[in-house]
């Protein structure tokens, strides 16, 4: 048997809602740029899953004449150069351009018709995904109303998914006429359905209807099979169902996605949920959850899905999406925990062909299934928010599997989230050893750094620093380090001072991480105009951070240190401030901010520099919203100025950005903060209304009014010509009420 090999996937769903189109490859810029593929070369991919979609290709699906091939045309001979193949797809949880309709018969014979068309434009594609995932766009599109044509009924489910199927096969049929030896990669999503006893019926109902479209186009689909009667009593007619039997077009390899949300379990105890979990089948109602919420972890993953499906097929597989909407260190552990099941699999003697890192730049608006367009966003091997596309972490893990390598990333050693026992959030489901896992303490990563003993930890298993464990920043490290499986050390000053160099040596080489966040530093702004202020000022956040950053450098350490948009002057300005533009500081706490950046990139280039702005959290009462919030629910009065403008930064999505940044190696100076230019004053009053606090007594004022001793600008808005990579202000308010009980 071969090697296992790595596969590349472009996210390229092309859905509508109602009579609305959204398309992945708008949003992620895919289509405009020239030099993606070379970037992909880079990752060592064999295959690449490429969209060649009847949607945007073939508009009127009238000629092959009408049809605009420049995409298509470049994307294919830029592949065949690079020694990628390609596996085409033609559509991607679409219902087709807008003269089609995929609940009508003409649907499969559009698809097949295009199929042929791009079988005679490229005679040397050798593979194929006709239609991606058809038994879960027939859910999304008949059976749960998200996509066009809404329905919510078997019947509409039964007959878009029976479209679907004789459409793979009819366009199978063409594309052969041409080349003979094309081979069908079929995709589907392999969640399994688990259940309590009483919805066993329906949990094995569910869990054998995951198969229907492999088997309905591999023509296994008789009159023996397990879903015979519910077909006909859904619609579909002996006489069309006969039709795949004697027009079998099995799959050559049978393509596996699967999410950690993928497999799901039913409970016929609602009360345990909360209600949006409720619903049923018109006979029993029940809770739909996911069974990584309540179940043995042992039971989930790829392994006994591709298990399964090798049991059942024992035709070749592969997985198709390894793609995870969550931190960098989780996306990593999923991405490598596809390849070491695969793997496993292999080893037990399936033929599992390769992994396809999904997706190569990211996803958009699939925490709302792609039924709204609102910029949300999770990265994938590439993040697209900046000019230019940039590698994540996972890149690097991408070239280390094609290369059949040992994985390098530290954060390897830990257990993704579905692993661990914080993810069983309804106890009555455990098993007795998940029970008692969660009764204990939680474990905690949090230790004194003079009981670490490196050589008894487990290999590659090395921590990060977070220096500031008095302050807002550091604690929220911490606080998502906790969440995230990341093991740190919160130091306080009396356990590692940056202003005594031989400490930073000893502590930092006593504990060997592999990340130091500098979150400690003087931040009392006012105070720093006075002499003895402006000594420990420049001695704490200047003097400390460059030692600091000397000693990483000397031990190959990486490095985060925070500096402020208070390090420009706002004078004649209009529009936000980039990384690139020059300094000019007001004030002695700017300055020492100012004279930091310089002096850390002067010690360690390969520092990560971080600019921000007024902060605001949830978990720090003496942050400016929370103050401000909780003297007008007092009926106090609030001033604020409102000739200052800033860009409120959110910390929770502070923290989540720069350890994502950070374990992608991420190096050189970052703007940070929230989108949205705004005054003291609008976001006061903007959070206070949100939050249903009375903003009577909130008073607007000029900022000579407050008494600040420290000039400040009058506009220092960040901007970033590396990306926006933080929301804007207003969606983080929900959040922020959620997190403070509101």
């Given at each position: 048997?071969?090697?296992?090999?790595l596969?590349?996937?472009?996210?390229c769903?092309?859905?509508?809602v109602?009579?609305?189109?959204?398309?992945?490859?708008?949003?992620?810029?895919?289509?405009?740029r020239t030099?993606?593929?070379?970037?992909?070369?880079?990752?060592?991919?064999s295959?690449?899953?490429?969209?060649?979609?009847?949607?945007?290709?073939?508009?009127?699906?009238?000629?092959?004449?009408?049809?605009?091939?420049?995409?298509?045309?470049r994307?294919l001979?830029?592949?065949n150069?690079?020694?990628?193949?390609?596996?085409v797809?033609?559509?991607?949880?679409?219902?087709?351009?807008?003269?089609?309709?995929?609940?009508?018969p003409?649907?499969?014979?559009?698809?097949?018709?295009?199929?042929?068309?791009?079988?005679?434009?490229?005679?040397?594609?050798?593979?194929?995904?006709?239609?991606?995932?058809?038994?879960?766009?027939?859910?999304?599109?008949?059976?749960?109303?998200?996509?066009?044509p809404h329905?919510?009924?078997?019947?509409?489910?039964?007959?878009?998914?029976?479209?679907?199927?004789?459409?793979?096969?009819?366009?199978m049929?063409?594309?052969?006429r041409?080349?003979?030896?094309?081979?069908?990669?079929?995709?589907?999503?392999?969640g399994?359905?688990?259940?309590?006893?009483?919805?066993?019926?329906?949990?094995?109902?569910?869990?054998?209807?995951?198969?229907?479209?492999?088997?309905?186009?591999?023509?296994?689909?008789g009159?023996?099979?397990?879903?015979?009667?519910?077909?006909?009593?859904?619609?579909?007619?002996?006489?069309?169902?006969?039709?795949?039997?004697?027009?079998?077009c099995?799959p050559?390899?049978i393509?596996?996605?699967?999410?950690?949300?993928?497999?799901?379990?039913l409970?016929?105890?609602l009360?345990?949920?909360?209600?949006?979990?409720?619903?049923?089948?018109?006979?029993?109602?029940?809770?739909?959850?996911?069974?990584?919420?309540?179940?043995?972890a042992?039971?989930?993953?790829?392994?006994?899905?591709?298990r399964?499906?090798?049991?059942?097929?024992?035709?070749?597989?592969?997985?198709?999406?390894?793609?995870?909407?969550?931190?960098?260190?989780?996306?990593l552990?999923?991405?490598?925990?596809?390849?070491?099941?695969?793997?496993?699999?292999?080893?037990?003697?399936?033929?599992?062909?390769?992994?396809?890192?999904?997706?190569?730049?990211?996803?958009?608006n699939?925490?709302?299934?792609?039924?709204?367009?609102?910029?949300?966003?999770?990265?994938?091997?590439?993040d697209?928010?900046?000019?230019?596309?940039?590698?994540t972490?996972?890149?690097?893990?991408?070239?280390?599997l094609?290369?059949?390598?040992?994985?390098?990333?530290?954060?390897?050693a830990?257990?993704?989230w579905?692993?661990?026992?914080?993810?069983?959030?309804y106890?009555?489901c455990?098993?007795?050893?998940?029970?008692?896992?969660?009764?204990?303490?939680?474990?905690?990563?949090?230790?004194n750094?003079?009981d670490?003993?490196?050589?008894?930890?487990?290999?590659?298993?090395k921590p990060?620093?977070i220096?500031?464990a008095?302050?807002?920043?550091?604690?929220?490290?911490?606080?998502?380090?906790?969440a995230?499986?990341?093991?740190?050390?919160?130091?306080?000053?009396?356990?590692?001072?940056v202003?005594?160099?031989?400490?930073?040596?000893?502590?930092l080489?006593?504990?060997?991480?592999?990340?130091?966040?500098?979150?400690?530093?003087?931040?009392?702004?006012?105070?720093?105009?006075?002499?003895?202020?402006?000594?420990?000022?420049?001695?704490?956040?200047?003097?400390?951070?460059?030692?600091?950053?000397?000693?990483?450098?000397?031990?190959?350490?990486?490095?985060?240190?925070?500096?402020?948009d208070?390090?420009?002057?706002?004078?004649?300005?209009e529009?936000?401030?980039?990384?690139?533009d020059?300094?000019?500081?007001?004030?002695?706490?700017?300055?020492?901010?100012?004279?930091m950046?310089?002096?850390v990139?002067?010690?360690?280039?390969?520092?990560?520099?971080?600019?921000t702005?007024?902060?605001?959290?949830?978990?720090?009462?003496?942050?400016?919203?929370t103050?401000s919030?909780?003297?007008?629910?007092?009926?106090?009065?609030?001033?604020?100025?409102?000739?200052?403008?800033?860009?409120?930064?959110?910390?929770?999505?502070?923290?989540?950005?720069?350890l994502?940044?950070?374990?992608?190696g991420?190096?050189?100076?970052?703007?940070?903060?929230?989108?949205?230019?705004?005054?003291?004053?609008?976001?006061?009053?903007?959070?206070?209304q949100?939050l249903?606090?009375s903003?009577?007594?909130?008073?607007?004022?000029s900022?000579?009014?407050?008494?600040?001793?420290?000039?400040r600008?009058?506009?220092?808005?960040?901007?970033s010509?590396?990306?926006m990579?933080?929301?804007?202000?207003?969606?983080?308010?929900?959040d922020?009420?959620?997190?403070i009980?509101?």
């Open positions: 048997m071969n090697s296992l090999q596969w590349g996937g472009v996210e769903t092309h859905n509508r109602g009579d609305r189109y959204f398309s992945q490859l708008e949003w992620n810029g895919h289509t405009r030099d993606d593929l070379e970037r992909f070369a880079t990752l060592g991919f295959a690449l899953r490429t969209p060649i979609l009847w949607e945007t290709h073939g508009p009127n699906g009238e000629n092959e004449a009408e049809i605009d091939w420049k995409f298509a045309d994307t001979e830029t592949l150069s690079l020694g990628i193949a390609p596996i797809g033609l559509v991607h949880h679409g219902s087709g351009p807008r003269h089609a309709s995929i609940e009508t003409d649907f499969a014979s559009g698809v097949a018709q295009f199929a042929g068309q791009v079988a005679r434009r490229f005679p040397h594609v050798a593979a194929y995904t006709p239609i991606n995932e058809p038994l879960t766009t027939a859910r999304f599109c008949g059976l749960y109303g998200h996509w066009f329905g919510n009924s078997d019947a509409v489910f039964v007959r878009v998914l029976l479209n679907e199927c004789r459409a793979i096969v009819l366009a049929r063409e594309i052969r041409v080349n003979s030896a094309a081979q069908l990669i079929q995709t589907e999503d392999l399994r359905i688990f259940s309590t006893p009483a919805l066993c019926e329906q949990a094995q109902f569910e869990s054998e209807r995951r198969w229907l479209a492999f088997d309905l186009v591999s023509g296994r689909v009159r023996e099979h397990a879903l015979w009667s519910y077909l006909l009593w859904a619609g579909a007619s002996e006489r069309e169902l006969d039709w795949f039997g004697e027009n079998p099995p050559n390899i393509g596996a996605n699967y999410y950690p949300t993928s497999d799901r379990f409970d016929d105890d009360s345990h949920y909360p209600a949006h979990w409720h619903g049923g089948n018109g006979r029993q109602r029940y809770a739909d959850i996911e069974a990584v919420r309540v179940l043995d042992g039971e989930l993953g790829f392994a006994p899905r591709l399964e499906a090798w049991a059942r097929f024992q035709t070749p597989l592969a997985v198709t999406e390894a793609h995870l909407g969550c931190s960098r260190e989780e996306q552990r999923w991405l490598h925990g596809a390849w070491n099941d695969a793997k496993q699999l292999r080893d037990e003697g399936a033929d599992v062909r390769a992994v396809t890192a999904w997706s190569l730049l990211g996803s958009f699939w925490n709302s299934l792609v039924t709204r367009d609102e910029n949300s966003y999770e990265s994938g091997i590439f697209v928010r900046g000019p230019q596309i940039r590698p972490a996972l890149a690097k893990l991408c070239r280390e094609a290369q059949n390598g040992a994985p390098s990333h530290p954060v390897l830990q257990s993704g579905w692993n661990r026992p914080h993810r069983l959030i106890p009555f455990f098993s007795s050893d998940e029970r008692r896992q969660r009764s204990e303490k939680s474990h905690s990563w949090r230790q750094w003079s670490w003993e490196p050589k008894n930890a487990p290999r590659g298993e990060i620093v220096l500031g008095s302050g807002t920043l550091g604690n929220a490290f911490a606080r998502a380090c906790e995230r499986g990341l093991p740190y050390f919160l130091l306080a000053r009396h356990e590692l001072d202003r005594n160099a031989a400490q930073i040596a000893e502590v080489g006593e504990i060997q991480p592999f990340l130091v966040v500098n979150a400690t530093g003087f931040v009392r702004v006012d105070e720093a105009e006075s002499e003895a202020g402006r000594a420990l000022c420049f001695e704490v956040n200047t003097a400390g951070a460059i030692a600091l950053a000397r000693v990483c450098a000397a031990q190959k350490i990486g490095l985060i240190c925070f500096s402020s208070l390090v420009f002057d706002g004078k004649n300005r529009k936000p401030y980039l990384e690139s020059e300094t000019a500081p007001l004030n002695a706490y700017g300055a020492s901010k100012a004279a950046e310089q002096g990139f002067g010690e360690f280039p390969g520092a990560l520099i971080v600019r702005s007024a902060f605001w959290s949830p978990h720090d009462e003496w942050n400016f919203v103050q919030l909780d003297a007008l629910a007092r009926g106090e009065t609030v001033c604020c100025a409102d000739d200052v403008h800033i860009t409120p930064t959110y910390v929770p999505e502070l923290t989540k950005n720069c994502d940044l950070a374990l992608d991420e190096s050189g100076m970052w703007h940070l903060a929230c989108r949205g230019a705004v005054s003291w004053h609008e976001f006061a009053r903007e959070s206070a949100f249903g606090v903003t009577e007594r909130l008073n607007a004022v900022h000579r009014e407050l008494g600040w001793l420290a000039p600008p009058i506009f220092c808005a960040l901007g010509e590396q990306g990579l933080l929301p804007h202000w207003h969606d983080c308010l929900e922020y009420r959620s997190k009980g509101g």
